[in-house]
């Protein structure tokens, strides 16, 4: 079979591959395999200076590997290497670390539904490590600054006053007109927008305050800015506009009980009861385009024992 195949015999790479056991057990194998080598060289007319060498160099590597806790490809990525994020796959044969942080890739993809600091070290790592698949890798020695980037990243909902909730990783619904139209409270929003179709109330395990919420995917948040430009204000329900269409008069019973006498119920200060002004013949008014804000202020006028009459919905303040 020719002396080279006795040099690195099965036995000493199963050795060098398994657990790592004592160093005088390792080098007696070692020096048992050299002298099974040169005794092959000695009985061989084609063993040459040269092989016995190369016998030796391996046997010596193999003895570098065993001392440093393993087989040779633990060379290849340090036991203590880590990604970014627990969710990146490392590659050990690569060394590359696979981005799989939602708010970064949407970043990175430019799908518009998060935000990341475009001006860190990391970003320039994992720009210069992509395909036409949309897949982002970086060097895991370069996590660090990975890291960074990932900290930087947020949610963007589908207008600045929704706000993202982090234990429902769900943006709430705050555009005015949207969500009293959503709650059956009137203003005007198209019905056969696709982006209404992503909104929901929160799910029953959620926490009293965000039972009645509307929520939707911040993934759906350029579909919802979609349907949000479909909504227009009006007058709060029962109240009529004025002769100038840009205006509003307050018929609200509860609230025009909280003006002439007081009203318990409503909250006293805030946006929806800061926005109605009072005429010179004792009536009260409103623009137009604050209807939804004054009609949140309505709902708090309506609570029985906390809870807004007909709505189910819990609120200390304008909705």
Same mark, same amino acid.
Request: hydrophobic content about 35%.
């Given at each position: 079979?020719?002396?080279?195949? *006795?040099? +690195? ?16 057990? &390792?080098?007696?194998? !070692?020096?048992? !395999? ?6 092959? %060289? ?6 040459? !200076?040269?092989? @016995? ?8 590597? +193999? ?8 087989? +040779?490809?633990?060379? #290849? ?5 880590? *990604? ?28 518009? /539904? ?10 320039? %790592? ?10 982002? /890798?970086?060097?895991?020695? #370069?996590?660090?600054? %990975? ?8 949610? @963007? *909902? ?19 007109? !949207? ?8 203003? $005007? ?8 179709? &992503? ?11 965000? @039972?009645? =919420?509307? %929520? ?6 350029? =579909? ?7 909504? #227009? ?24 009980? &909280? &003006?002439?006498?007081?009203? =318990?119920? *409503?909250?006293? $200060? ?18 137009? #385009?604050?209807?939804?804000?004054? =009609? ?19 609120? $200390?303040?304008?909705?």
């Amino acid at each position: 079979q020719g002396t080279f195949s *006795c040099l +690195l015999p099965l036995g000493c790479f199963k050795s060098c591959e398994r657990s790592p056991r004592t160093m005088g057990s &390792f080098w007696s194998r !070692a020096s048992s !395999a050299m002298d099974r080598t040169l005794s092959a %060289v000695r009985s061989s007319t084609r063993g040459t !200076a040269t092989t @016995v060498l190369i016998g030796a160099a391996i046997i010596i590597v +193999l003895g570098m590997a065993w001392m440093s806790g393993g087989s +040779l490809s633990s060379y #290849r990525v340090p036991h203590t290497a880590r *990604c970014a994020d627990g969710n990146d796959i490392l590659n050990p044969s690569t060394q590359m670390c696979q981005v799989n942080n939602a708010w970064a890739l949407s970043f990175l993809r430019g799908q518009g /539904w998060s935000t990341c600091a475009a001006d860190l070290p990391g970003m320039a %790592v994992l720009q210069r490590h992509h395909d036409s698949t949309g897949k982002f /890798w970086y060097p895991y020695n #370069r996590a660090a600054e %990975v890291r960074e980037v990932y900290r930087s990243c947020a949610p @963007v *909902c589908a207008a600045q006053e929704d706000a993202y909730h982090s234990q429902l990783q769900m943006c709430i619904v705050r555009y005015p007109a !949207a969500r009293m139209w959503l709650a059956g409270y009137g203003q $005007s929003c198209s019905k056969s927008s696709e982006g209404s179709g &992503f909104i929901s109330k929160a799910g029953a395990g959620s926490s009293r305050s965000l @039972v009645q =919420q509307f %929520v939707y995917a911040p993934a759906n948040a350029r =579909q919802v800015e979609q349907f949000y430009k479909t909504c #227009r204000s009006t007058c709060a329900l029962g109240d009529e506009i004025m002769a100038d269409g840009k205006h509003c008069q307050v018929k609200d019973v509860d609230a025009m009980r &909280f &003006f002439h006498e007081g009203n =318990q119920h *409503c909250v006293s $200060s805030g946006p929806g009861v800061s926005s109605i002004s009072n005429t010179k013949d004792g009536g009260y008014f409103y623009p137009l #385009r604050l209807g939804p804000i004054v =009609q949140a202020w309505y709902l708090t006028c309506k609570r029985k024992g906390g809870m807004l009459a007909n709505s189910g919905s819990e609120s $200390s303040g304008d909705p």
